[in-house]
């Protein structure tokens, strides 16, 4: 008798066990949490987000920072770094300082800075074509409730940064997805840009951005920290400056959402 119910003690055991660490059981303790994906093409594009990715990660959202690029060629005079494999390593390591630091999970990509464009269309096309595929792969694996990355802008103008933000965007509407439901566009406020050149580069005006995003000195405090993880890219008067302008302009990120159409239509007029 004894040697049966030790029999049956254990067999339970063994099912209880079983039962904690199934993914059903994970599944339950994380349903119902929100979760967003922000998406940019360099190690250190995050910066631009990095508050508000602060402030959800304190609120409990689950974070994803999507990273398309190894920054290969973020050279720059004060540093001295030569680009290629070895600064693709050191900004590898600096980015996930950097998500450490604001509470992010990494996805850090391995596509060349200027996604090959050097080696014409055979070499371009398809690297191109690869980065919209992989996205596509993260976003139906994640399911993230909302996506956030770069406007036709590309903020700076910058190839990879348009590149990025136009092959998120194709994910997007490449079909009527449950999750995620939103997508936002990152933008600067014209009326914060004050060279008439620049206004029309990466200005956005004010009444297109829907979404005004405040953040606490907490969160400035904490991606002052994430910002300063860039080394290689970064000075401490780089970083100050930051937050500075950061403080200035009122601890807000301001955002696009991008909406399809309400109705369907037969003319354009």
């Given at each position: 008798?004894?040697?049966?119910y030790l ?6 055991l ?29 190690p250190?594009?995050e910066?631009?987000?990095a508050?508000i ?7 409990g959202?689950?974070v994803?920072?999507v ?16 680009g ?9 390591d600096?980015?996930?300082?950097a998500?450490e ?14 996604l ?25 694996e994640?399911?993230p ?21 136009a092959?998120v ?21 014209s ?5 008439p ?15 005004k ?19 290689s890219q ?8 930051i ?20 109705n ?6």
């Open positions: 008798m004894l040697r049966n029999i049956t003690t254990c067999f339970s063994i099912l209880l066990f079983a039962f904690l660490a199934s993914p059903l059981t994970v599944s339950a303790q994380t349903q119902g949490q929100k979760t967003l994906m922000a998406i940019f093409a360099h250190d594009d910066m631009t987000v508050p990715l602060s402030r959800y990660v304190r609120e959202i689950k994803y920072l990273v398309c690029t190894d920054g290969r060629y973020g050279t720059n005079d004060f540093s001295g770094l030569k290629g494999d070895g600064l693709a390593a050191l900004r590898r600096e980015m996930k300082c998500a630091k604001i509470g992010v999970e990494l996805i850090h990509l391995t596509y060349h800075d200027q090959k464009a050097s080696e014409g269309y055979d070499g371009h096309m398809p690297h191109a074509r690869a980065l919209i595929t992989d996205l596509y792969h993260i976003v139906s994640k399911q409730d909302v996506l956030i990355t770069w406007g036709p802008d590309g903020g700076t103008s910058h190839m990879d940064h348009r590149l990025v933000g092959s965007t194709q994910v997007f509407v490449s079909q009527n997805w449950s999750k995620p439901s939103s997508l936002f566009f990152v933008g600067t406020p009326n914060l840009v004050d060279d050149n620049e206004k029309i580069l990466r200005g956005v005006d004010p009444k297109y951005l829907n979404t995003v405040t953040y606490t000195e907490e969160d400035l405090k904490k991606a002052a920290e994430s910002v300063a993880c860039h080394k970064m000075q401490p008067k780089d970083v100050e400056s937050t500075e302008r950061r403080r200035k302009n009122g601890l807000v990120v301001y955002l696009r959402e991008f909406t399809g159409p309400g369907s239509r037969t003319s354009v007029f």
